[in-house]
């Protein structure tokens, strides 16, 4: 795997730049230009971006396979996206995933050590009625209809300070957990197992948790993060911010969608008694299977490797894990593709009893991510977006 599109070499940053060899290396240090050294030469590689940056250009950077972003436009300090993992300010995911809790993975992505303290927000008095009343809806329904009343209640939210902004986030994330345990009680516990206890599982689910959690945090510059972004810029609370990503995550022509029909496919894999057909119904109506297409990675989502090496430790003798088994054996034949991260993030919801609502974990995590580039963003002057009228002129 190769990211070479991520870097330019010396003779072209220099020719971006307009400048000698050696004007380019007293950049280095002189202009914040990062770069890294070329294995098993003398040479270095110089972070395009940075280049970009200095040289107010028009070039444009594809990144595993997305569209081309405008990398002035998208600039982000948060979540790097590359063909050989994901990092969090710079940090691999995968490491974190093995070793980190969610909290300690949160923290580092809002830049905000002890965001996560014995402080928990005050919730309204009706709480309690409020969720009897919306016992049928889904978790992200009940918090997009709570988040308002908790802001009132929560003064300290309206400061939006980076360190308050982060503490404020804990409390959104905690919330969030309380309403998939289903009573709406934020606590201090770590978040793996407040939700392993809560939804009486054994404690060899908060591993997986945890790790699941750390995995989900943030990905790409989606729909959702673009919306919650967008908010940000105005300066709404965390709560505010969470409501905009919850919001646009619904829109059925967003990853919603995409979510949705791997969700039911997995349904169908761990219920057959051969997962085969259920599949080849599938590829057979328009060459696709659900869970097993959609990759900003140019090969497998690294993050898959190491969530699957888990669930076969904790699964390998379960009869719908190995139906899963036989179905990405099965996938591969038909469409040469791995399975979707978002395909074994359902899962591990079934397995956790969250049947309906397979991917609320994976919202906890997405949070977490919403709320860093909510923060990063909330920092930024407000700028006024012009648009590029392409209507009838008029007479």
């Known amino acids: 795997m ?3 599109h991520l870097y330019l070499t010396a003779e072209e940053a220099a020719g971006m730049l307009g400048v000698s060899l050696p004007t380019l290396y ?8 990062r770069s890294v050294k070329v294995e098993g030469s003398r040479k270095r590689r110089y972070w395009a971006a940075d280049i970009e940056r200095l040289s107010g250009g028009e070039r444009r950077t594809k990144i595993a396979g997305q569209p081309a972003l405008d990398l002035g436009s998208q600039s982000s300090a948060i979540t790097l996206l590359t063909d050989n993992g994901v990092y969090y300010r710079g940090v691999s995911a995968i490491e974190l995933a093995d070793s980190a809790s969610v909290e300690e993975a949160a923290e580092l992505i809002w830049q905000s050590a002890g965001a996560f303290s014995d402080s928990l927000p005050v919730m309204p008095e009706g709480t309690k009625a409020l969720l009897d009343l919306y016992r049928d809806m889904t978790v992200s329904e009940k918090a997009i209809a709570l988040f308002p009343l908790i802001e009132r209640e929560n003064p300290r939210s309206f400061d939006l300070s980076p360190d308050a902004y982060a503490r404020t986030g804990a409390d959104v994330v905690r919330i969030l957990a309380s309403l998939i345990a289903g009573h709406g009680r934020p606590d201090t516990r770590p978040l793996h ?11 060899a689910y908060e591993d997986l948790i945890r790790r699941l959690l750390v995995l989900f945090i943030d990905h790409e510059f989606d729909h959702c993060t673009y919306s919650v972004r967008a908010a940000a810029r105005t300066g709404v609370t965390p709560y505010y911010a969470a409501i905009a990503g919850l919001t646009t995550y619904q829109g059925r ?32 109506q328009n060459g696709e299977i659900p869970g097993f297409n959609h990759s900003t990675h140019k090969v497998e ?11 076969t430790a904790m699964f390998e003798n379960d009869p719908e894990f190995r139906n899963l088994l036989k179905a990405v054996e099965v996938a591969n034949e038909l469409v040469r593709k791995p399975p979707e991260f978002v395909l074994l993030a359902s899962f591990v919801g ?13 919202g906890i995590a997405r949070t977490i991510g919403w709320i860093a580039h909510a923060s990063e963003q909330c920092q930024l002057p407000l700028s006024r977006q012009r648009a590029n009228y392409v209507g009838q002129l008029p007479l």
């Open 2 to 4: 190769s990211d070479d």
């Open 26 to 33: 007293a950049y280095v240090s002189r202009k914040g230009i």
């Open 193 to 203: 197992r407040f939700l392993t206890q809560e939804l009486g599982l054994d404690s």
């Open 253 to 284: 022509r967003t990853a919603y969608s995409r979510h949705q029909a791997a969700n039911r496919l997995l349904t169908e894999i761990c219920t057959a008694k051969d997962p085969t057909p259920p599949l080849l119904q599938h590829f057979s």
């Open 301 to 311: 989502d690294p993050r898959v490797g190491n969530l699957m090496t888990a669930l």
């Open 350 to 362: 079934r397995k956790c009893n969250l049947v309906g609502e397979e991917l609320a974990l994976a």
